[in-house]
């Protein structure tokens, strides 16, 4: 089955620190992989994706590159926000045909002044 | 312009007593999602149409059921809600594609069981 594993929070940054959260996978076929995120009280934002691999998807100074060969996604930013503090939730969708949305647990993010 | 749109964004309700929550999309998407998540959890697969296809998880309760009128709008009704349905209720919208593409989330219906 699908399935993704991803870094357990909550994480707690600095303003100006490096992130990584972790995110690897298990799927048939092949997928395409995101990154959502979720500010409280709000639904999912689409943060970033990638359809292939080598891909990397960017967007408000994140990025992760679709790795196949260690099945990961892992999600970086060179120098965090207090504005980032969010929920992130990493997130993988299989071929033609199969609708669903498999995500990670999801990983609490803070950033402190 | 919000793309997919919620109503209520805040639902209360008293135990047992029946709830419809809405969502529409101007998207023109052909499949769209309830999700249901709780307190810091991922949010979990309620069910899913394909234009009128509709498609249930395994383990949705049957308290559960929901309506798909047009492309447009989808309905999810909770019959006797519990105090365990008492979560943040997402849709979502994506197109059918080759590769498979992103879905689009509305900002939730929070049910509040009383």
């Known amino acids: 089955g699908n399935s993704v594993t991803q870094m357990e929070g909550p994480v707690t940054l600095s303003e100006e620190a490096f992130l990584t959260i972790n995110c690897t996978y298990t799927a048939t076929g092949y997928p395409s992989l995101f990154w959502y995120v979720q500010y409280p009280g709000e639904g999912l934002q689409l943060l970033l994706k990638?359809?292939?691999?080598?891909d990397k998807g960017s967007n408000k100074g994140f990025e992760a590159t679709y790795r196949k060969e260690t099945t990961s996604f892992h999600l970086e930013k060179g120098s965090v926000q207090v504005s980032d503090s969010a929920v992130y939730f990493c997130a993988l969708r299989v071929n033609f045909g199969n609708e669903k949305l498999t995500f990670g647990t999801g990983t609490r993010l803070t950033i402190i002044p | 312009d919000a793309m997919v749109i919620q109503n209520p964004r805040y639902q209360v309700t008293q135990f047992g007593k029946p709830v419809t929550l809405s969502c529409s999309q101007t998207?023109?998407?052909?499949?769209m999602y309830w999700y249901q998540q709780k307190s810091s959890q991922a949010p979990k697969l309620l069910f899913h149409?394909?234009?009128?296809?509709?498609?249930n998880e395994a383990d949705t309760p049957d308290n559960f059921q929901s309506r798909r009128p047009n492309t447009s709008f989808c309905f999810l009704d909770i019959r006797s809600p519990g105090l365990g349905d008492a979560a943040m209720y997402l849709c979502?919208?994506?197109?059918?594609?080759?590769?498979?593409?992103?879905?689009?989330f509305g900002e939730g219906s929070r049910l509040t069981v009383l």
């Open positions: 990638a359809t292939k691999a080598d």
């Open positions: 979502a919208t994506s197109v059918r594609t080759g590769v498979p593409g992103e879905l689009f």
């Open positions: 998207l023109n998407h052909n499949v």
């Open positions: 149409y394909y234009d009128k296809d509709f498609n």
